[in-house]
């Protein structure tokens, strides 16, 4: 199972907006709703952000929000702040039962 | 709260064995099927494996540890592990547990990484 493609690293300023895209194929990412969104800081715990494509957990701010396009999700995050700076991956089920990461993007806030 | 505790990483030679465990507590482990991540140094997350709920009689492996890993549970000690056979250094990695989805006011939403472990380090030595 190849992983997804994201791009590996974006950058905005305090305030702005990025999106963060993740292609993956009809196998993963086009063909189920299971896709989801992790920021990971270095040497912390994983934590959800975005699950099935657009919902957000309790407690994420509304800054995030999460969009599917064919095969193509996205993250977005608007409003940056200085503590979004972080990896993030996306994942998805795949037809095999599996489940796939993306190579991550480093988000770095200028 | 959900708390996932891994134990057992270490240092082990090429070709050896290892095995991982995971103590849950905060949510009544039987019920959620449940998930080995790991990511190597400088490297990405990469899923692993997934045992499913209840029984745990349906098993899925990320095909590079296919046959090597056996991912097992037990619900009346509430812990995850995580049989790892045929050592490779490409296995040298921080191995996270994670808990798949949530269960709330009568509905369920699977298939994504609710909660997870602070990790345990694998280093395999050649």
């Known amino acids: 199972q190849s992983a997804l493609t994201q791009p590996a690293s974006v950058s905005g300023s305090p305030g702005q907006s990025i999106t963060i895209s993740c292609t993956g194929s009809?196998?993963?990412?086009?063909?189920?709703?299971?896709v989801s969104w992790y920021q990971h800081h270095p040497g912390k715990a994983p934590k959800v952000m975005i699950y099935?494509?657009?919902n957000r957990p309790s407690g994420v701010p509304d800054r995030f929000s999460g969009s599917k396009s064919g095969n193509t999700a996205s993250l977005t995050i608007s409003g940056l702040q200085a503590e979004d700076e972080a990896d993030y991956y996306c994942?998805?089920?795949?037809?095999?039962?599996?489940?796939?990461f993306g190579g991550g993007t480093k988000l770095t806030v200028l | 709260q959900v708390q996932l505790v891994e134990s057992g990483g270490g240092v082990v030679q090429s070709g050896r064995s290892l095995r991982l465990s995971c103590a849950a507590s905060g949510f009544t482990f039987n019920r959620y099927a449940m998930h080995w991540v790991r990511q190597a140094p400088g490297k990405g997350l990469e899923w692993v494996a997934l045992i499913s709920n209840e029984d745990g009689s349906d098993k899925y492996y990320e095909d590079s540890v296919k046959g090597r890993f056996t991912i097992s549970r037990d619900n009346s000690k509430n812990t995850l592990y995580l049989e790892m056979n045929s050592l490779r250094a490409e296995d040298t990695a921080v191995y996270y547990c994670?808990?798949?989805?949530?269960?709330?006011?009568?509905?369920?939403?699977?298939?994504?990484?609710?909660?997870w472990g602070q990790g345990t380090l694998v280093t395999v030595s050649s």
């Open positions: 099935d494509v657009s």
């Open positions: 994670a808990k798949d989805g949530f269960c709330r006011g009568g509905g369920c939403y699977p298939n994504f990484f609710d909660s």
């Open positions: 009809s196998s993963d990412v086009g063909g189920y709703r299971y």
């Open positions: 994942s998805s089920y795949t037809s095999r039962g599996t489940r796939v």
